[in-house]
């Protein structure tokens, strides 16, 4: 048996129920697995997105295998290791509308609690991020070729789907590395250069579809405008957060008091950001890199797991904080 077929062997084994009980305590260290998701996906999916239906099967195997919990009570929980029933806090980042329309319903059937972080200028306005405006119109552009505006190389060819989709990759890994007025002024000439893409429907939550979902899901921070927090000066790096935080206030009649910067890399945020952040009241804030928040995590820089894997055994070896493999 090769090493992949054989790793895929254990994992079914810990995804069965007698296998979850009898080999999970063995190999999970103690501590909360934080899941991270994004977009959740049904017919429409242009997009890259989890499956409305893998998603519903990974909360049903987490509802029966694991101990969903509230937000308030990951600091206890990180301690106490006696539990046979893991603890798991499921988040969501950016507060696309997905969340209400597919992700909550599934929620509130297995009554599973969950924090969505609202970059709030969306629920203000609508429209989309940047990061969805450039992937959206390479996906959907007309032409066969495009010049780069920040590049002096030939006009990137893009004979079909795939390259079109590697084009917005490529595209969106140099944005977010250029200082933020630059970042801007950069995906307008790209947006201009690939063309005026399709209309879509609102992709982003309302401040009415926010109110709908308290019952089970906690809001906070995302900024106001979702740009990388590190690109900014210190100033404008407050009014983001700042902003974020008296919106999200203003509409739930409740302060956040966590956060999850954009982009989420230990290069995306810095020790003034975690400052800012605590000026300002936050206790909590979460980044995108990978592992399990422990005793001796930083609690202004939590770390979480992706539940992107379509293939149930895979996630629960994620919920076993084994990450990927």
Known sequence: MSVRLAKQAVKRTVSSRLGWRF?????????????????????????????????????EWLRSNCDPIEP???GERVQDSRRSRPAVLVTFDDGYRDYHDLAYPVLKRLGIPAIVFLATSFMDQGGMMWTDQVQWAALSTRRDRVRLPWSDAPPVSLP????????????????????DADRRAAVGALLKELGAPPAR???????????????????????????????????????????????IAAETGRVPTTFAYPNGRPADY????????????FSMAFSTSEGIA????????????????????????????????
Not at 162 to 173: D, F, I, N, P
Not at 231 to 241: K, P
Request: glycine share 6%; aromatic share 6%; net charge neutral.
């Open 23 to 59: 080999l999970g305590p063995l190999l999970r260290p103690s501590g909360v697995v934080v899941l991270m998701y994004h977009r959740i996906v049904d017919r429409d999916r242009t997009l890259v997105g989890l499956p409305v239906e893998v998603f519903a099967a990974q909360m």
């Open 72 to 74: 308030e009570a990951i």
């Open 160 to 179: 079909d789907q795939r390259s079109r989709a590697a084009l917005g990759e490529t595209a969106r890994g140099y944005l977010k590395t250029l200082p």
């Open 201 to 247: 429907e609102r992709e982003m939550l309302t401040w009415d579809e926010v109110r709908n979902t308290t019952d089970l899901t906690r809001f906070g921070g995302h900024s106001h405008t979702h740009p990388i927090l590190s690109r900014l000066d210190r100033a404008s790096a407050e009014q983001e957060i700042r902003t974020c935080r008296d919106r």
């Open 270 to 281: 810095t020790d003034e950001t975690r400052q800012l952040l605590r000026d300002l009241g």
């Open 294 to 325: 422990g005793p001796e995590t930083d609690w202004m820089a939590v770390k979480r797991l992706a539940g992107d894997s379509d293939d149930l055994a895979d996630f629960a070896w994620i919920a076993t904080s084994r990450r990927r493999s």
